[in-house]
């Protein structure tokens, strides 16, 4: 059974960059079925779809952040992970890595448990 | 963006009873590859979600067969044919048909 653990800073300063990684255990990354994504969650509200990438590199982000986000991967380590520069108060979140199955229609099978960042000088 | 609205937001639905959510895209979801890629995913009080149908209909592994998913091209449907007290949350409808890949504001299913 695939695991996926976010880990990273909790409290970022505004106008820096957001950091996390996601480390899969119990299947590889290089598995060509799926895709690896950023999901967030602001406190109370709904979901946001950041972007995923392919264990070949090729990425897709949500227009909205795209200027700001990159998604890497780590195939050695079995990581992926975030980066969201120029944060502010907006980026205060439960982040999500998830694993995304392309047979299944490109659905999210496999969370994390979340990680919050909270934004704050 | 496509954008997902759900109806109704708020689900008060008394045990054993049946529960349905709607889901309805600004767009077709159907893709260019013929399929639609419409899912439902549960997320419970302080756990993150959990996928639960796939591809409209498919139910994911693990996933009671209370649940249930129909629909096609703009308008979907989650429908739970009796409800468990383990089925208290927000739901939500995703879409994965074009980028970005976007949710509906959720459902709150709670018990009355």
């Known amino acids: 059974q695939v695991q996926l653990q976010e880990s990273g800073p909790g409290l970022v300063k505004p106008s820096q960059t957001l950091s996390l990684t996601c480390t899969v255990s119990?299947?590889?990354?290089?598995?060509?079925?799926?895709?690896w994504s950023w999901i967030r969650q602001p406190p109370g509200k709904g979901l946001e779809w950041i972007g995923y990438i392919y264990y070949s590199g090729s990425t897709y982000y949500n227009p909205s952040l795209k200027s700001r986000v990159t998604i890497s991967v780590d195939t050695s380590k079995n990581q992926f992970s975030l980066k969201l520069s120029s944060v502010t108060a907006a980026d205060t979140a439960v982040y999500y890595c998830a694993r995304v199955r392309v047979w299944s229609g490109y659905a999210l099978t496999d969370w994390g448990q979340g990680t919050l960042v909270t934004v704050s000088s | 963006d496509i954008v997902m609205t759900q109806t109704p937001l708020s689900s008060p639905v008394t045990l054993g009873q049946p529960a349905s959510i709607s889901c309805r895209s600004s767009?077709?979801?159907?893709?260019?590859?013929?399929?639609?890629?419409l899912s439902w995913l549960q997320q419970r009080p302080g756990q993150p979600p959990r996928l639960l149908i796939y591809?409209?209909?498919n139910r994911f592994s693990g996933v009671p067969d209370r649940f249930s998913g129909s629909g096609a091209g703009t308008d979907f449907t989650l429908k739970i044919s009796r409800v468990e007290a383990e089925d208290v949350g927000v739901y939500y409808c995703?879409?994965?048909?074009?980028?970005?890949?976007?949710f509906g504001p959720g459902t709150k299913v709670d018990i009355k």
């Open positions: 995703m879409q994965a048909t074009q980028f970005p890949h976007t």
């Open positions: 119990g299947g590889s990354i290089s598995s060509g079925d799926y895709y």
């Open positions: 591809k409209i209909s």
């Open positions: 767009q077709s979801l159907v893709h260019s590859d013929g399929n639609t890629y």
